[in-house]
């Protein structure tokens, strides 16, 4: 299973290590990642796999949440499950 993890804000030093690093504590593999820098506006994309054993995917969307608060940016986290729902209609 996978998900797909997006982060938008100003940007700032550490974000992608900071955000890998709550994928890591998660078990969380990050197969891929995209980010661009818009002026001030730092924009990222993962592609991360949630099937290893011990990752609990609701506790990974709090603790991204979490972050997001800490670091003032917005994360969404989105199942491979809806994306794919969301883009058959």
Do not use: P, W, Y
């Not at 661009?36 to 949630?50: G, N, P």
């Not at 506790?59 to 883009?87: A, Q, V």
């Amino acid at each position: 299973m996978k998900a797909i993890v997006s982060v938008i804000g100003k940007d700032n030093f550490g974000i992608l290590a900071r955000v890998a690093s709550v994928c890591s504590d998660n078990r969380a593999n990050i197969i891929d990642v995209t980010q661009s820098v818009l002026q001030d506006m730092f924009v990222m994309i993962m592609l991360v796999d949630i099937s290893a054993e011990g990752c609990e995917f609701s506790k990974l969307c709090g603790e991204l949440d979490r972050l997001g608060d800490e670091i003032n940016m917005k994360i969404n986290i989105m199942h491979e499950d809806i994306f794919n729902s969301m883009h058959r209609i």
